[in-house]
């Protein structure tokens, strides 16, 4: 089997949005899966990119932190990526014209495919989830009390995956975006930007390898609520 075509996810992105947020696997073993991907850190505390094979979190306060490998994730989703298709972006691009542009060149929308856009954004807009305590909420009241931040005329890298829509509470139906600049001093979850010019690279991924948080007892136990996923999921991550 090809390790560059599979998808690695350690947790589900409808456990997260059930409210469990407890870190349950490490940097450096879901960096032994993959030099690519997107998840979140231990407590919800920001947004997770993994670009190169080294891992960033993007924290509520705007800041950029280096990771050192021991810190624990509830879901995050990596690749070993390798480009297969390679397009040269040079006319100034909406995040929706640059989405329907990589619809257009993408193998088959039925199959999961790693996204990474290297170049300069006249705006980025992104998210950044902030630290949660204990009782948790649910993964959408966090979301409606999140910080955001706009930049300008910025270089970095766009990393992250398309999901077919079938795989929706599994994972983000659609596109799923993570963004850090070249000085790795921001980023966090892609909302809106605009494309000036860049590098889009796209890979095509076989197969989909499912982790489990089979030591974790409040996953095991727990029984889920699933009756507004779609409608959560569509609020908090679009």
């Excluded at 039925?110 to 948790?136: A, C, D, L």
């Excluded at 499912?210 to 974790?216: E, L, P, R, V």
Aim: net charge negative; no cysteine.
């Amino acid at each position: 089997m090809n390790s560059n075509k599979i998808l690695f996810q350690h947790g589900t992105l409808g456990t997260l949005m059930a409210g469990l947020y407890d870190g349950t696997f490490s940097i450096n073993e879901l960096l032994s899966h993959g030099n690519m991907g997107i998840g979140t850190l231990d407590v919800l505390d920001g947004e997770l990119i993994v670009l190169d094979g080294e891992a960033f979190q993007a924290k509520s306060d705007g800041t950029i932190v280096k990771l050192s490998g021991k810190e624990l994730v509830p879901y995050a989703a990596v690749t070993y990526f390798e480009g297969e298709k390679y397009e040269l972006l040079e006319n100034e691009m909406t995040s929706e014209e640059v989405k329907t542009f990589l619809r257009e060149k993408m193998s088959s929308l039925n199959t999961f495919s790693g996204i990474k856009i290297k170049g300069h954004f006249k705006i980025m807009h992104v998210r950044i989830i902030p630290k949660q305590e204990k009782p948790y909420q649910r993964f959408i009241n966090a979301s409606r009390m999140q910080p955001e931040y706009t930049q300008t005329d910025v270089e970095g890298t766009i990393v992250g995956f398309f999901a077919p829509d079938l795989f929706q509470g599994a994972t983000v139906a659609g596109f799923h975006l993570h963004f850090i600049d070249k000085d790795q001093q921001f980023g966090g979850h892609i909302l809106d930007f605009v494309l000036e010019k860049g590098v889009l690279e796209i890979q095509t991924l076989e197969t989909l390898e499912q982790h489990f948080q089979i030591h974790d007892e409040t996953f095991l136990k727990s029984e889920f609520d699933e009756t507004n996923l779609h409608e959560e999921i569509q609020e908090s991550e679009g």
